[in-house]
């Protein structure tokens, strides 16, 4: 049997969720407004510390720019739960006409990482105020570089980030504009896929374009590369086995006249199972190179290995899906499928029970429609009444659990 946590705590929760409802929106478009690369992110880094010490909230700096903080209830050392959000933008330029459009040029929250750092300083803020009404510590992880390789997840886990004190379990929050405003969606086990970059560089001769007996097209290589490749997917991998190859980057710096020396292409790709994404990463390896050698050329494979896959802990995600039953009505939970996105949330779910769960953005009457990693996207700020609040509720809950 766990704590048992009053019903009277969860009506104080939603009450400072509401009422603290304009300050998490000032700081999401503060946020938003100045957004920062990943492995930059300083001011960043700087404005949720700030907010931090006026709280009387300890806190410790890792991976350059991350922030682990520690808000201790009563018996502290009894069990302790993190909750992580990241704060790394991406190099999108907005096309959003709002009061809060980013100022740096060609820098964006396009992936709602505003949201969860504001969201997450909210909870930080309830439950300070409460520490005296729960058993246990709450962990709080501000990470940097989600958005790029290797993942600032792996950054914090080797520096410490899941130790002194070892949490029990860590739950992370994301944006989802395809599930309505005032919603949460969840899923128990697999839900999202590896992440590796695929660089190939085909490598020819250049010459004449009416003359090709005197070249070796790298461009016709390439081609052939490409379509083969898919190959691997649809005749090598299991149909019960999700993956995706996608190449979506080609430049050969030729002209209509011109077959140029090289073609370099650049691509991802995605799977649900360890074994398959080393077997696959291999095929692609020994496929390209070989079919470039017999078409007279040469291509030189790079990988750059990202996230494994990410899987949300069965019995935790059921724990924190009642502790959201409970929060916004049984009605306003949802069921999310897998995909074949990839986060670096992952690294922890490798490591200790982890949760991933998805904040409801859309609104169609608003036109908040647009899909994360775009120019247009932008979050109904109707979410920020539930996002700090509910975490708050789930870390107190999941810490009140055997």
């Not at 299991?238 to 650049?266: C, H, M, W, Y």
Request: aromatic fraction near 8%.
């Amino acid at each position: 049997m766990g704590t048992f946590v009053s019903m009277d705590v969860l009506k104080k929760i939603k009450s400072l969720s509401e009422n603290y409802h304009p300050l998490v929106v000032d700081w999401r478009r503060h946020l938003h407004a100045h957004p920062e690369l990943s492995y930059e992110e300083f001011e960043t880094s700087a404005f949720v510390k700030s907010h931090l010490s006026a709280w009387g909230i300890s806190f410790t700096e890792l991976a350059t720019t991350g922030i682990v903080a520690l808000i201790k209830g009563k018996n502290p050392t009894r069990k302790t739960v993190a909750l992580r959000a990241d704060m790394d933008a991406l190099p999108i330029a907005e096309k959003n006409e709002v009061a809060y459009k980013s100022t740096r040029k060609g820098v964006m929250h396009a992936c709602g990482h505003d949201v969860h750092t504001s969201s997450l300083l909210g909870t930080a803020k309830i439950l300070q105020e409460i520490a005296d009404q729960f058993e246990g510590t709450v962990k709080l992880i501000f990470q940097p570089g989600e958005e790029k390789n290797p993942g600032g997840a792996s950054f914090m886990i080797k520096e410490g980030a899941l130790t002194n004190p070892a949490p029990a379990s860590i739950i992370g929050q994301h944006v989802m504009p395809l599930v309505p405003v005032g919603k949460v969606g969840f899923r128990e086990g697999m839900y999202m896929a590896s992440s590796d970059e695929i660089y190939l560089k085909v490598i020819g001769k250049g010459g004449h374009g009416a003359a090709p007996e005197l070249a070796i097209d790298p461009v016709v290589i390439a081609s052939h590369i490409i379509i083969a490749l898919q190959q691997i997917i649809s005749r090598n991998a299991s149909p019960k086995q999700p993956t995706v190859l996608t190449f979506g980057r080609i430049i050969g710096d030729g002209a209509t006249n011109i077959i140029p020396n090289e073609v370099n292409i650049a691509g991802t790709f995605r799977a649900l199972n360890e074994s398959w994404r080393k077997e696959g990463l291999e095929k692609i390896k020994k496929m390209a190179e070989s079919i470039a050698t017999g078409m007279g050329g040469t291509c030189e494979v790079t990988i750059s290995h990202g996230y494994p896959y990410l899987e949300n802990n069965p019995e935790l995600t059921r724990r924190i899906r009642k502790a959201a039953e409970e929060y916004v009505g049984k009605e306003n939970v949802v069921d999310i499928d897998l995909t074949l996105g990839s986060e670096d949330f992952a690294y922890y779910s490798h490591v200790i029970p982890a949760s991933f769960y998805r904040l409801g953005t859309r609104n169609e009457a608003k036109g908040l429609i647009s899909y994360v990693h775009s120019a247009t996207f932008d979050i109904d700020e109707d979410a920020l009444k539930l996002s700090a609040g509910l975490m708050a509720w789930m870390a107190i809950t999941e810490l009140a659990a055997n």
